[in-house]
């Protein structure tokens, strides 16, 4: 798999319970993804996530984001992956892109062309879930962890980003700091 190295190309790396190792990036080749997985063709995109055994085999591999998107951050158990991510897309008359938000999701749309997301994958490499996180303002995504159950993940926003009585419902100025738990 090739996943060149520069300022613009992120490489994310997260390791399971038993050994398995997940790495998300950009990819140059078609052909690296695997049947029976998400997307296992490349399509507009150039974003992918693979899963390794602990000998270092390939277990599946499948695309995942359309364009000008970057994955920022995994965390793994041995039943999912949990992705987040970033997307800058502004299209023509506000038509935002849906590829990130699943049915019955928290939040199937994303309210602007600068927000986040997070996905779940299942150990096939099939997405379980996905949903976009943020308001009418940007909001950037920083990391993802998971503990018993419960996916934390922390970023940077403005507008109203928490719920009522949190510490601080709503962000400054010029923005603030934010942990959401699913």
């Known amino acids: 798999l090739e996943f060149p190295q520069s300022e613009n190309k992120r490489v994310h790396i997260s390791l399971d319970q038993s050994g398995h190792f997940y790495i998300a990036g950009y990819a140059f080749s078609e052909g690296m993804g695997t049947s029976n997985t998400f997307q296992p063709e490349l399509q507009q995109s150039r974003q992918l996530i693979a899963k390794f055994d602990n000998n270092g085999g390939r277990v599946w591999c499948t695309y995942y984001s359309s364009n000008n998107n970057f994955i920022n951050a995994l965390d793994a158990t041995d039943n999912a992956l949990y992705v987040r991510g970033q997307i800058f897309e502004c299209l023509p008359q506000d038509t935002y892109n849906t590829y990130y938000g699943s049915s019955n999701s928290f939040q199937t749309s994303p309210l602007n062309c600068r ?9 096939n490499g099939q997405r379980s879930w996905s949903t976009y996180y943020g308001n009418s303002n940007s909001s950037m995504s920083n990391s993802v962890k998971v503990h018993e159950d419960k996916v934390y993940f922390s970023g940077s ?11 601080q419902e709503i962000a400054g100025i010029t923005g603030s700091l934010y942990l959401a738990q699913f």
Not at 115 to 123: E, G, N, P, V
Not at 157 to 167: E, I, L
Request: proline share 5%; net charge positive; aromatic share 16%.
């Open 115 to 123: 927000t986040t997301f997070l996905s779940k994958f299942d150990a």
């Open 157 to 167: 926003g403005r507008g109203n980003m928490g719920t009522p009585g949190v510490f």
